[in-house]
């Protein structure tokens, strides 16, 4: 007799910005299967990721816990592997775990071994960067093609749009998906419930999609990136940064290719993301099944004059998509307009199983044990963390500081330690963020307001444990 317990699906992109996607408000998209999700499901309209760039994030979907207290504070600091993490807890409870596609808790430039499998039973890891020789990047190889992926790789570069040369049926996305329906296939003959993670690189850069896809969009349609910034209350990171992308992000078809050429990978993903959701239909599986889809942070894609990620806390970089979807029989659906984070997904999934989640997680569940949309949000603001990579170089070092910010339903709020220049914008009035108000005299209350809420907010989500009665 198969085991009746619930299934979790997580399905995670990496570097994709919210409005990539139909049911948030994009024109231009082609993403019906995560709009049908969307649709059938719950969507999240304000999910901010807990790191603006790939590790730290990674490892607070599987700890609950912000890089300040799991430790993967950058990239390049691998996370613990005797982490209290949702997979083992989830491996004590009965569940096969599983990770197909993306992992990237340990480092992974020019890898030559395996990834740790961070207590996960099976991980088949395709990590999307071709110095790091996966199991994909080998399989590839294998197939006389990966010479040919690294030459077009290192000539292509990372800032505007070029056409992978590679035929569909070897892409990274369909290897992926073929591995998933064969883990599908598994779980339906042994009927063990499952916890799988299915991790894909795009839409991250470089901006290289594959045909049919790549001649989907027309970089003289694409909307255009979010300009009229007040430089000179721009932080010195942003100053530093817009020079390297100026010539590219002052071109209207220049930025226009790479936007049209990101929609084309999310395009991509989203066919991919279908052929998922039929395999588990297909396989009996969709109705014991809870599916979770996000992102790690977002892309600037131009938006204030650069490209990619970074130390930055625009919209366009923390905002990600969250979308869950239940059985059927549930009758969950709707928009939820409260905050969610990263953090949020460990306790949330541990609390639908009825398992013990991570004990020191410092993320809410998002539904309850009685399978309803949260009438009130656990938390009014969300936390976004930054530390800067100098801080282990030594004394001598420049000296990078630990950020945070905070974003409220008014305000945003970027606190840079030690540091006498900030960030603070009204979001009601001024929603693309173009005009700094930190400098502004006026507004300097509300920067003190808005720097006591970040305090209250740290101090709110410690990791504690229980206190016994015994001491």
Known sequence: MKDTKLNFLFINTDQQRLDSLGCYGSAVARTPHLDALAAEGVRFDRCCTSNPVCMPVRASWFTGQYPSHHGCWQNGVALDPASDMIQTRFNAAGYHTALIGKIHLDNIWKREIKHPSY??????ECEGD???KDEYFQWLEQHGLYDSYMTQFKAGGHKERYIRDIPLEFHQNTWITNHVNEYFKSRRDDGRPFFLSVGFFDPHHPFDPVEPYASMFDPAAMPPPITGDCEERMTPYAKERRPAYTAICADPLRIGATIAASHAMVAHLDDAVGRILAALRSHGLEDSTV??????????????????????????SIRVPMIWKFPTAWGLRGVDDGFASAVDIAPTVAELAGVQGPVRVQGRPLFGKDRRLRSVPALDAALTEWRGENLNLGVDAPSDPAIRCLTTD???????????FGELYDRRNDPHEIRNLWYDPGMQPMVREMRERLLAFILQTEPLPRRTDIF
């Open 410 to 420: 008014d305000w945003k709020l970027v606190h840079y330690q030690g540091k006498d």
């Open 130 to 132: 071709p110095y790091c």
């Open 119 to 124: 207590g996960f039973q099976q991980l088949i």
């Open 291 to 316: 599916i979770v889809f996000t992102s790690d942070h977002g892309e600037l894609l131009g938006d204030h004059g650069m490209i990619h990620k970074g130390p930055f806390f625009f919209d366009s």
